[in-house]
């Protein structure tokens, strides 16, 4: 049986919505996507981290949650660290989407039967929204940035074949005004995100 995790990528976050505390507004962000994760079938849950934002891990992590540390907030890191948990495939995923459906996750991971890796973007915008490989991911793979490449340009050149790569369906991370504007509140979950800005002077 193939052995899947799905992994939280705690990327830093540089942006909150006026009169909302920016760690704050990180641990929301955080904890819905975490909390969603912690709901899917067929693949385990779990968080990488740097050094530094072990403690945040730590708080929205779920018991017995794996919890990876990583030398910096790449994608390559983490699968480093899936791969070295015996995993045969990965996706890493940003810790800024608290809305993403579970159905864009599962995706992520459908194309690894016929290809090596597949690529979310990021809707509306420069970045990621998630990257799944299998493991151990391919020597050509360069240091993905979530925050800051896109597939076309950072992943695709790279490839020997670049047909071994899938585009998965997009989706979009809370980053600016612009995507806030943007969230659903009829529809359900990022519960702690939505509390935090019922507290705060953003508009749901």
């Given at each position: ?108 991971f459908r194309p690894l039967t016929t290809k090596t890796l ?87």
């Open positions: 049986m193939t052995r899947r995790v799905i992994v939280v990528l705690l990327t830093p976050v540089t942006w909150a919505p006026p009169g909302v505390d920016l760690g704050k507004w990180r641990h929301a962000l955080a904890e819905d996507v975490v909390d969603l994760l912690a709901t899917l079938n067929e693949v385990d849950p779990a968080i990488a981290a740097v050094p530094a934002d072990r403690p945040l891990a730590d708080a929205v992590a779920w018991p017995s949650m794996q919890i990876y540390e990583v030398r910096a907030t790449t994608v390559n890191a983490t699968f480093a660290a899936a791969a070295a948990d015996g995993y045969d495939q990965a996706a890493v995923i940003a810790a800024d989407a608290p809305d993403v459906p579970g159905l864009i996750l599962g995706k992520l597949a690529v979310a973007p990021a809707e509306g915008g420069t970045g990621l929204l998630g990257v799944a490989s299998r493991l151990p991911a391919p020597d050509w793979l360069p240091d993905v940035d979530l925050d800051a490449d896109v597939a076309a340009t950072a992943i695709r050149p790279h490839a020997p074949n670049p047909a071994e790569i899938a585009t998965a369906p997009p989706w979009r991370r809370l980053r600016t005004p612009a995507d806030l504007a943007t969230l659903d509140p009829a529809v359900e979950g990022w519960d702690a995100t939505r509390a935090l800005l019922s507290g705060g002077s953003a508009p749901l």
